[in-house]
């Protein structure tokens, strides 16, 4: 049974102590994320993980690009597993590398070596490694535009891998307009964009997040309609329209910071996934919070993990056996802790 489970969780949990460390992202089920010893967005995650150097075990309930980046950024001595393997993340594997590795010459000859590659979190180590190589940096949802204000110090003109919504929603923030950015469409090996090329800013890569494109203008319309006094927050995974027609957007810890410090009897629509949404009306009763898309948003390759997964990997532990290690090849960890670190210097 489920309460037989959790026993067994903690009881493991209570014998290995400091040796297992267990990161929780907050779009984890709750099953899960009750026995995280750290929850946090994906930058929290990626510091707390460069600042462990303690724990034998890092359990990561997460995506697979997240359990990758904990893996560069801790010790040689520390393993790192994901509970289930197939806990992958539909926007990171937009991007390939092959697929970048054919789009990189061409635009670098386009600009004549003015770009600079900025890569969002959720990516491939080797795309991380990428961007590491040639100078760029890693940004997530919290730090973007600093990141992005970054990069323009470096080169006149970035490439924004693999979320062209975080890209666009980003740089317009920064009062980069939308006809000084292009898309690289990496099926057709097309730049897409009308007018003088030369005068692009910004170049987005075609990956999208398949949670967050289900939040849509006609669910903000309908909000405005039949529910005027509700405020509607979202996270800018959201496409470049939804996020400029609701009132307010950022990462999940910004999404959640502002539901906590809102006033009681307050009114929210959320576009975010499903399991944080649920978590904030449980948390807030004294609040009225809905999900943005009336049939909810669950992260499929999120939902993975549950409270099964988690104790097959600990039980495993328990007996010396080390499931689903990942681990990042030399090479790669390397040029992707640069790319890290530039971040995590800045952030
Ligand atoms: P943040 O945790 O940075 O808000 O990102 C959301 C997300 O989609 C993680 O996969
Ligand atoms: Fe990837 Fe979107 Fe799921 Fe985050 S919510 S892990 S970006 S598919």
């Not at 489970?5 to 992202?25: C, D, S, T, Y």
């Not at 740089?171 to 057709?188: Q, R």
């Not at 289900?214 to 006094?229: A, C, G, L, M, S």
């Not at 390759?301 to 007996?319: F, G, S, V």
Request: charged residues 25%.
């Amino acid at each position: 049974s489920m309460e037989e489970m959790e026993a067994r969780v903690r009881a493991i949990k209570e014998r290995f102590g400091k040796r297992l460390f267990i990161p929780g992202h907050h779009y984890q089920k709750d099953e899960v994320i009750q026995f995280a010893d750290a929850t946090g967005d994906s930058l929290g995650l990626a510091q707390v993980a460069a600042q462990n150097g303690e724990a034998e075990y890092i359990v990561f309930c997460g995506v697979h690009f997240m359990a990758e980046t904990a893996d560069i950024l801790t010790g040689d001595h520390q393993k790192v597993i994901l509970p289930d393997m197939r806990a992958g993340c539909s926007m990171a594997d937009m991007a390939e590398i092959s697929q970048v590795e054919r789009a990189w010459p061409i635009l670098q000859k386009l600009f004549s070596d003015e770009i600079l590659p900025l890569t969002y979190v959720n990516s491939t180590a080797a795309i991380k490694a990428f961007v590491g190589r040639y100078g760029g940096a890693v940004v997530t949802s919290s730090n973007a535009k600093k990141m992005v204000e970054w990069a323009f110090t470096q080169k006149e003109r970035i490439f924004f891998l693999p979320d062209q919504h975080l890209g666009r929603n980003t740089a317009y923030e920064l009062g980069i307009s939308l006809d000084e950015m292009a898309v690289w469409d990496p099926h057709a090996d097309h730049l897409e964009y009308n007018g003088d090329i030369k005068k692009a800013k910004v170049i987005l890569w075609k990956g999208h997040c398949s949670v967050h494109e289900n939040f849509t203008v006609r669910h903000i319309e309908h909000i405005r309609k039949t529910k005027p006094d509700m405020r509607i927050i979202v996270h800018p995974e959201c496409s470049w329209d939804v996020v400029q027609k609701a009132d307010d957007a950022g990462s999940t810890k910004y999404i959640i910071e502002t539901i906590r410090n809102a006033p009681s009897g307050s009114k929210w629509a959320i576009g975010t996934e499903m399991n944080l949404v649920n978590r904030l009306m449980h948390e807030h009763p004294d609040k009225e919070i809905i999900s943005l898309n009336p049939y909810m948003c669950p992260c499929l390759t999120m939902n993975r993990i549950d409270l099964p997964h988690l104790l097959w990997a600990l039980e495993a532990l328990e007996k010396g056996i080390v499931v689903n290690q990942i681990t990042v090849p030399e090479a790669i960890a390397k040029d992707a802790k640069q790319a890290l670190d530039r971040m995590l210097a800045l952030a």
